[in-house]
């Protein structure tokens, strides 16, 4: 059983350097989300694609945030000029289906800590 | 707008039974979900209503109105690996069927 799976699962940073984040839906999902999540919070919704098509951005996110899912299956999650604002968890999450009931699985997560 | 309220933190016995409060605001309400997260873990699927009433799933139970905009989730003859944060999403059609998730309740099991 291959859940989401995302990498890696700790990114320690300095303000300005550029991170990258991969995250591996379950292979028949075709909704991949990222969320980030700080401590006591719930999941903040950054963006979201529908196989290769990115459906969705949150006017929340800056355009420092950047994602891809070139091909359907993994997709990227750029965060370029880090700021210390910018530490916290970031989640991934896939489903199947379109509008319907669909419940998201979650990957691990990466805690990212900018210094 | 949307809003989800939920209670921050909340103390209950072992072996008792706990009901954990949500209530909403949303113009295009199409479910509602509850989630379980450990401290440092991802969320994991609980349950999800749609329709009015009580869903129940072995020790778990929830409920929803839609007309109050409210939903609860009941845990009975708790043990101490429930301690964990119970999170409340509803999805938004007016949103693209996103996930709208309020902030946690934090439950801690006292033995």
Partial sequence: DTGVSQNPRHKITKRGQNVTFRCDPISEHNRLYWYRQTLGQGPEFLTYFQNEAQLEKSRLLSDRFSAERPKGSFSTLEIQRTEQGDSAMYLCASSWGVGAYNEQFFGPGTRLTVL | ?111
């Fill in chain 2, 1 to 111: 707008g949307q809003n989800i309220d939920q209670p921050t933190e909340m103390t209950a016995t072992e072996g008792a039974i706990v009901q954990i409060n949500c209530t909403y605001q949303t113009s295009g309400f199409n479910g509602l979900f509850w989630y379980q997260q450990h401290a440092g873990e991802a969320p994991t699927f609980l349950s999800y209503n749609v329709l009015d009433g009580l869903e129940e799933k072995g020790r778990f139970s929830s409920f929803l109105s839609r007309s109050k905009g409210y939903s609860y989730l009941l845990l009975k003859e708790l043990q101490m690996k429930d301690s964990a944060s119970y999170l409340c999403a509803v999805r938004d059609r007016h949103s693209n069927y996103q996930l709208i998730w309020g902030a946690g309740t934090k439950l801690i099991i006292k033995p």
